[in-house]
């Protein structure tokens, strides 16, 4: 009676033997992961494209396959399908973004473009493939988009005309250099430089040059102007020290840094707990010197100055001391699974 049970332990060791080896040689060590940018800056009214690519457990493999059409999602600022899906592939919604996943599923890759970004875009996003029995969430890797927005600018640089010689040339200069949209003319001596200033565009200087060709000389004359761009934050981000899975006891800061102009004139922290946001104080770091199980949770930092307002949120890990590795129930459950009730 005894024999029995031995003889079955020896059978799950060996196995477990094997499955080791198994992982050893990498087989079965596919997991889900995803790879993402992690910021993208988009400007408002443009487009903006996700470079994605994933991996699945190889035991869905079969479900990842050309014939059974997959379906991308993307969540955003959130990871619960019904508060905040922003994107099906195959069934949108009139609320839903405006994109396509450009990607082959099949093959991985879940490359995405949204068309017609606005504010309304600013977030962090969630990928999910649903393929046959395969449906899975990355939370672990996200892609947080910033619109910036632009106004236009119109910068005009006008000349006298001589009488007598050709008419003058008038350029456009810019350090360092923009990108310019077909916007700028030749006309009648009057150059206008138009253009949708964004932050990129603080304190670039632009510069009028007029040439007049004389008899046998050039003349030329110069003006420049500098743009001071002022923007709501951008890049906000919350970064922990030592780190966002922590040991309980320890002390820890976390702060915040985003960039504004003007700067940003208050740095607000709020924890999420229970689906409420309970505000916690104004300041660019929280620091906990003893921190425990109950400090565990998102918290959310919101800088802000007189343009507006972007939060960034961080997830924090509060490990136990001290845990219990061994499992008794699993090893009866196998047992008495194989038929030895009379144990
Ligand atoms: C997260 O992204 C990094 C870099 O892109 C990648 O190496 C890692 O495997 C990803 N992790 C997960 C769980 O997706
Ligand atoms: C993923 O798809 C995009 C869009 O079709 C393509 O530009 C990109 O090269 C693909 N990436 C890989 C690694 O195949
Ligand atoms: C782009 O979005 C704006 C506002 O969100 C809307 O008024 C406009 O019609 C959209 N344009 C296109 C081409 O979808
Ligand atoms: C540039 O903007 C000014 C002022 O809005 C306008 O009068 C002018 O026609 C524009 N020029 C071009 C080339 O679009
Ligand atoms: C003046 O500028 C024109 C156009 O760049 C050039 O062809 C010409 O040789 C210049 N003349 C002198 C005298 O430098
Ligand atoms: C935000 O970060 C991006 C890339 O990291 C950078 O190009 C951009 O200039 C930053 N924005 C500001 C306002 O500094
Ligand atoms: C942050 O500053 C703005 C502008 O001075 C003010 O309106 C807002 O109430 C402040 N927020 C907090 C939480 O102090
Ligand atoms: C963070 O920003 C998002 C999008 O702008 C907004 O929906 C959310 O309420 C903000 N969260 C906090 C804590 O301010
Ligand atoms: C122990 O094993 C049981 C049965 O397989 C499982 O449900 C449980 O989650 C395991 N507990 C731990 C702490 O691993």
Same mark, same amino acid.
């Given at each position: ?145 910033? @619109? *910036?927005?632009? #106004? %236009? $600018?119109?910068?005009?640089? &006008?000349?006298?005309?001589? /009488? +007598? !010689? ?73 970064? @922990? *020290?030592?780190? #966002? %899975? $922590?040991?309980?006891?320890? &002390?820890?800061?976390?702060? /915040? +840094? !985003? ?74 459950? *196998?047992?008495?699974? %194989? ?5």
């Amino acid at each position: 009676k005894i024999s029995r049970p031995l003889f079955l332990i020896f059978i799950i060791i060996s196995k477990l033997f094997l499955t080791c080896l198994y992982c050893v040689v990498g087989v079965c060590c596919r997991d889900f992961s995803i790879s993402l940018p992690q910021n993208i800056q988009a400007l408002s009214g443009s487009c903006v494209i996700i470079k994605c690519r994933f991996e699945i457990e190889e035991k869905h493999d079969k479900n990842l396959v050309p014939k059974r059409a997959a379906t991308g999602l993307w969540l955003k600022d959130g990871d619960k399908m019904k508060d905040h899906l922003v994107f099906h592939s195959t069934d949108p919604k009139p609320n839903h973004f405006n994109g396509k996943i450009t990607g082959k599923l099949h093959e991985k890759n879940c490359t995405t473009v949204f068309y017609n970004v606005s504010s309304k875009h600013t977030g962090r996003y969630y990928f999910r493939i649903e393929s046959g029995d395969l449906k899975y969430i990355y939370t672990v890797n996200t892609s947080t988009i910033n @619109v *910036l927005e632009g #106004s %236009s $600018v119109s910068l005009r640089c &006008s000349a006298e005309t001589l /009488c +007598s !010689s050709p008419p003058p040339t008038l350029t456009w200069s810019s350090t360092p250099r923009i990108p310019l949209s077909e916007s700028s003319r030749l006309e009648e001596l009057i150059s206008d430089l138009n253009f949708t200033a964004t932050h990129r565009q603080h304190r670039v200087t632009f510069t009028c040059t007029i040439t007049y060709q004389l008899q046998d000389e050039n003349k030329t004359a110069q003006d420049s102007i500098t743009l001071h761009v002022q923007y709501s934050p951008k890049n906000t981000s919350v970064s @922990v *020290l030592p780190s #966002s %899975s $922590v040991l309980e006891g320890s &002390s820890v800061t976390l702060t /915040c +840094s !985003s960039y504004a102009n003007p700067a940003v004139l208050n740095y607000t922290w709020s924890r999420r707990s229970e689906g409420q946001m309970e505000q916690l104080q104004t300041g660019d770091t929280l620091t906990f010197d003893r921190i425990d199980q109950k400090h565990r949770g998102c918290y959310h930092c919101t800088a802000q100055n007189q343009h507006g307002t972007q939060n960034s949120s961080v997830m924090l890990d509060i490990q136990c001391k001290y845990y219990i590795t061994a499992n008794f129930t699993l090893s009866h459950s *196998l047992i008495s699974d %194989s038929g030895a009730e009379s144990l």
